[in-house]
């Protein structure tokens, strides 16, 4: 059973930073795909930074480019979502999502494209 359990979400002023991670089981990141999605209170889930390791391209939602970045500890099978800069509108709950599948740029930002969803982590920014 594959599971993705996240971690590091809080409290955090404006301007200031955390860095989520999304330790999984059950999940090998050998070929794969690793997606952050957030969904603000009231709003649809929408995906924020995206990573495919088959093409080794990266998408950002235009909101957190600059400001926000992906990575991953193979070994560890735990991927990170650093955030700097945090505004109030990054207040979400924040959700990683994997999937086996090698995605495209195009697509790599869309919630249907993966098979497997973490718990979500609440991030409030607000001072």
């Known amino acids: 059973e594959v599971q993705l359990v996240e971690s590091g979400g809080g409290l955090v002023q404006p301007g200031g930073s955390l860095r989520l991670s999304c330790a999984a089981s059950g999940f090998t990141f050998d070929d794969y795909a690793i997606g952050w999605f957030r969904q603000p209170p009231g709003m649809e889930r929408e995906g924020v930074v995206c990573?495919?390791?088959?093409?080794?391209?990266?998408y950002y939602s235009d909101s957190v480019k600059g400001r926000f970045t992906i990575s991953t500890d193979n070994a560890k099978d735990t991927a990170f979502l650093q955030m700097n800069s945090l505004k109030p509108e990054d207040t979400a709950v924040y959700f990683c999502a994997a999937t086996s599948r090698n995605l495209i740029l195009s697509t790599m930002g869309l919630m249907g494209e993966y098979n497997y969803w973490g718990q979500g982590t609440q991030v409030t920014v607000s001072s």
């Open positions: 990573f495919s390791s088959g093409s080794g391209d990266t």
